[in-house]
């Protein structure tokens, strides 16, 4: 919690600063009415009193009261502001953190952890924050104040007084025991909730389609009941708290009149009016030191809970970033499109084996290369690797010349446009998901005829008449086929120096297929594709095809090549097509 208070800025120490002054004057104000109470009382024993003598302690005491609230507004203020902008500021940067993160990283937390942490967690803080400002600095003031005050009025009622805050702290301790792990508990139940629910939602269909709500149902279920469970006991013990609390206040309060008519009774004259207003007084200030107690146990009732929180965001914070980049954008030593793989190997964290092993070629600007295999044999990886979404763990990845490493992560986005295995659009126009981003080669707004000859290129001309129709979430107003054309188009639309596919033509007809990559060829020659397929059909005319198995090359070369020599590449192509369509 401390290190993330660490994130306080030089304004908002000074409001806390201020915040203290007011804090004070608030408990100074509160802690001075029970003398005006004793004046009253004193007066209402002494013969002769008139109603103005009683008038002006009254009068003190209501100016008081007053004084005190609105002390406590502006700290509530100015709490409720330091809690609101610290809480944005760090939603902020574990956002612009996570943004940094590579692929590995977010691997490393979960989406559904990510989201609890950046919403769930830092409100917990900013809680803590406006109620600690009124609590945590308010009670200490007001349980030293108040002990100073009764400290001499009589042994008796400190002893009971001390009696009370011992049971108190006894009552709390076994209370905090209990509850503690059951916050952290909380925490990860929360995130696993999320998750269910996520994977529900997102998985709706097949969910209908499968008749599963039952099987989902029970699911979420479960992690709810966990939740709730947890939930639920802690909440349970935490209920004790309050009839614990009165029990020992009116206990406390009980104390102090039994004492304080036993030593009335036991003095004699002007003495029993003296003790009578003490124990008015005592039973005051003993209630205000409870009471402080109790405020401090709800923070440390909540800090536990918080400090969890708290730690889960600064361990977002705390990543480095695995994939790192430079700032200075190097000089190309090869022709803009040229990539070079130079005994690439690479392996997921965790994993037994290399997902690619020692894969070497070359492509030439305006080269087509295409990589097949069965599923799981590596092909999305090594476009994950181009792209540096992850580093690679043997060997090295040039383009134009240049290390990938050595490129700031604009510049070598900027080489791209990469169309995903499943299409990714996003909630708004054709025009705003076709003109998107920064790209080397785009400019800052695409005239229609770009957007027109991209969507021409893409064979997705036919349903796109109108640039500013409208674009649901994800694209769900779009088929499977039409939403993957939307997707080549806007990497079409950015001229880039590369092209990557990943598997985006199995959405597609064999006819709109051949049509497109017919038209890529003419529209794009000057740019690299890199093509990853499950379609003999739609790798053929490539440059040249690199066959994998479990990671490894079983062999590159054109289509002829490897149809004449490469029983992998047979295999595959045989399955699919016949030897007349393959010649
Ligand atoms: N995030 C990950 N963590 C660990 N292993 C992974 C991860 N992503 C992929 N793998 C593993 O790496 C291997 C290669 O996966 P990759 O996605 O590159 O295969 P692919 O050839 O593109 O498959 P497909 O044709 O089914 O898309 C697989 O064995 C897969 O299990």
């Known amino acids: 919690m401390l290190k993330l208070l660490k994130r306080l800025n030089k304004k908002e120490w000074l409001t806390i600063a201020v915040s203290v002054l007011f804090i004070t004057a608030q408990v100074g104000f509160e802690l001075a009415i029970p003398g005006y109470m004793t004046q009253i009382t004193t007066a209402l024993e002494t013969k002769g009193t008139t109603a103005a003598t009683i008038l002006r302690p009254g009068a003190v005491m209501l100016l008081y009261s007053l004084l005190s609230m609105a002390s406590s507004v502006i700290v509530g203020y100015l709490a409720a502001h330091i809690a609101a902008g610290f809480a944005a500021r760090v939603r902020g940067q574990v956002f612009d953190r996570v943004m940094a993160y590579s692929t590995a990283d977010i691997n490393r937390f979960s989406i559904p952890s990510l989201l609890t942490r950046s919403t769930n967690d830092i409100t917990q803080v900013q809680m803590i924050i406006a109620m600690g400002m009124q609590v945590l600095i308010k009670a200490p003031i007001t349980a030293v104040w108040a002990i100073t005050k009764i400290a ?102 009980l104390a102090v009149y039994a004492i304080g008519a036993s030593l009335i009774q036991a003095a004699s004259g002007a003495a029993k009016l003296t003790l009578f207003s003490n124990m008015i007084v005592f039973s005051s200030y003993a209630l205000q030191v409870i009471m402080a107690f109790l405020l401090l146990s709800i923070i440390f009732v909540i800090l536990p809970r918080v400090s969890v929180s708290a730690g889960r965001i600064n361990d977002v914070l705390a990543v480095t970033p695995s994939v790192t980049y430079p700032s200075k954008v190097p000089a190309a030593t090869e022709p803009a499109g040229t990539i070079v793989f130079d005994h690439v190997t690479f392996r997921f964290a965790g994993a037994e084996a290399p997902a690619i092993t020692d894969l070497s070629f070359t492509a030439h600007p305006g080269d087509t290369i295409a990589f097949i295999g069965a599923t799981g044999s590596g092909k999305s990886t090594v476009l994950n690797l181009l792209a540096r979404r992850y580093d690679v763990t043997g060997g090295r990845i040039t383009i134009d010349g240049v290390d990938v490493k050595d490129y700031p992560e604009e510049a070598l986005n900027d080489k791209f446009g990469y169309i995903p295995q499943k299409a990714v659009l996003f909630s708004g126009t054709i025009r705003s998901n076709l003109d998107y981003g920064t790209g080397a080669n785009k400019p800052a ?32 107003n779009f088929s499977g086929g039409q939403k993957q ?99």
Request: glycine share 6%; charged share 20%; aromatic share 6%.
């Open 152 to 253: 001499n009025k009589g042994w008796q009622w400190t002893t009971a007084t001390g009696a009370a805050v011992v049971v108190l702290v006894l009552m709390l301790t076994v209370i905090l025991t209990l509850v503690q792990p059951k916050f952290k508990r909380v925490q990860r139940l929360t995130d696993r909730l999320n998750l269910v629910t996520r994977e529900n939602l997102n998985g709706i269909r097949v969910v209908h389609a499968f008749n599963a709500e039952d099987y989902q149902n029970k699911k979420f279920d479960q992690a709810n009941q966990e939740l709730t469970g947890t939930n639920l006991f802690a909440n349970r013990v935490l209920g004790l708290m309050n009839p614990g609390m009165s029990l020992i206040s009116n206990g406390l309060t």
């Open 445 to 476: 707004t695409l005239a229609d005829t770009d957007l027109r000859r991209a969507l021409r290129v893409a064979q997705a001309d036919d349903f796109t008449s109108d640039l500013d129709a409208p674009v649901a979430q994800h694209g769900d």
């Open 485 to 583: 054309r939307l997707a080549i188009a806007r990497a079409v639309a950015r001229r880039p120096e590369i092209l990557m596919f990943d598997d985006s033509f199995s959405a597609l007809d064999y006819a709109t297929d051949a049509k497109l990559r017919q038209a890529l060829h003419q529209e794009a020659k000057g740019t690299t594709q890199v093509i990853v397929a499950q379609r003999i059909s739609t790798i053929m005319d490539a440059t040249k095809i690199v066959v994998l198995d479990e990671g490894r090359v079983a062999g590159i070369g054109t289509h002829a090549d490897l149809l004449a020599h490469n029983k992998v590449y047979q295999e595959i192509a045989y399955s699919q097509l016949s030897k007349k369509e393959l010649a």
